[in-house]
């Protein structure tokens, strides 16, 4: 079992930055990727970015391409997102996840943080 921590969620404006953390203790050895997803009200969850562990390889959706920047810090097995020229639509809850291997979508994630709120206002 791992389990994840999630920090850094807030409330900023539109074109603002943040920062979000997730810290993974437990069975870490287990974990080849770890990613974040964001869930609007009403919404699905939605796939934000993943990085590989080792290689750091990462991957982000379209909507998020060029603003967010995912990054690892193994000796800490810590995984932080920072968030630039954020959009209202950006607003959501944030969790991270971690996998066994590197993957966009959820059902291959099998470790979940409760998820941090972040709003972006206009």
């Known amino acids: 079992q791992v389990q994840l921590v999630e920090s850094g969620g807030g409330l900023v404006q539109a074109g603002g930055s943040l920062r979000l953390s997730c810290a993974a203790s437990g069975r870490t050895f287990s974990v080849n990727a770890m990613g974040w997803f964001r869930q609007a009200p009403g919404e699905e969850r939605e796939f934000v970015s993943t990085i590989a562990w080792h290689s750091g390889v990462a991957y982000y959706g379209d909507s998020v391409r060029g603003r967010f920047t995912i990054s690892r810090d193994n000796a800490k097995n810590e995984v932080s997102l920072q968030m630039n020229s954020l959009k209202p639509e950006d607003t959501g809850v944030y969790y991270c996840?971690?996998?066994?291997?590197?993957?966009?979508?959820?059902?291959?994630?099998?470790?979940w943080g409760q998820g941090t709120q972040v709003t972006v206002s206009s």
């Open positions: 996840a971690a996998a066994p291997f590197i993957a966009t979508t959820e059902d291959l994630y099998d470790s």
